[in-house]
């Protein structure tokens, strides 16, 4: 029965991180990557100060990592033509050329490490794919191909 309040309360601040914070992000992809930066790489927890000032550390670290999830499968159920429209403005919001924004996620994959940590691997993977799709449409918009000759 002490779970149950204790689940009550993850329920609120995850709320409250609704409400207060994400409510102010307006695409997945961007509260995907905001909720991976509050993760501690070394350990997998989530800090925010201001929600564990309202509730506690341990409260805090779950309602994130509970958004954290949501925001994953936002994305995951996005078909690809929104996941492309959330890069571009990812992309536009990062203040960064379209060209290098592009070479780095080719190069670098920085979204694998925005994924939550207990992710299932076919999820992580499938939305891996859609990401390179959704670089590849983007580069295409970027570098269009010259026409065929003789077209």
Same mark, same amino acid.
Request: glycine share 4%; proline share 6%; with cysteine.
């Given at each position: 029965?002490?779970?149950? *309040?204790?689940?009550?309360?993850?329920?609120?601040?995850?709320?409250? /991180?609704?409400?207060?914070? $994400?409510?102010?992000?307006?695409?997945? /992809?961007?509260r995907l990557i905001y909720l991976a930066s509050m993760r501690d790489y070394n350990t997998g927890l989530y800090y925010h100060d201001g929600l564990a000032s309202r509730f506690s550390q341990e409260v805090a670290c779950e309602a994130l990592a509970d958004c954290h999830r949501e925001a994953?499968?936002?994305?995951?159920?996005?078909?690809?033509?929104?996941? %492309?429209?959330?890069?571009?403005?990812?992309?536009?919001?990062?203040?960064?050329? *379209?060209?290098?924004?592009?070479?780095?996620? #080719? #190069? /670098?994959? *920085?979204?694998?490490?925005?994924?939550? %940590?207990?992710?299932?691997? $076919?999820?992580?993977?499938?939305?891996?794919?859609?990401? #390179?799709?959704?670089?590849?449409? $983007?580069?295409?918009?970027?570098?269009?191909? *010259?026409?065929? $000759?003789?077209?």
């Amino acid at each position: 029965m002490s779970s149950m *309040p204790r689940r009550m309360d993850v329920q609120q601040a995850a709320e409250d /991180l609704r409400r207060r914070t $994400l409510s102010e992000i307006p695409r997945s /992809l961007d509260r995907l990557i905001y909720l991976a930066s509050m993760r501690d790489y070394n350990t997998g927890l989530y800090y925010h100060d201001g929600l564990a000032s309202r509730f506690s550390q341990e409260v805090a670290c779950e309602a994130l990592a509970d958004c954290h999830r949501e925001a994953f499968r936002d994305l995951v159920g996005s078909p690809l033509r929104d996941l %492309v429209c959330q890069m571009e403005g990812y992309m536009d919001s990062t203040h960064t050329s *379209p060209s290098e924004f592009l070479t780095a996620w #080719k #190069k /670098l994959e *920085p979204y694998r490490v925005a994924v939550p %940590v207990e992710t299932d691997p $076919l999820s992580a993977e499938f939305l891996f794919s859609s990401f #390179k799709i959704a670089l590849a449409i $983007l580069e295409a918009r970027l570098h269009p191909a *010259p026409a065929a $000759l003789g077209a």
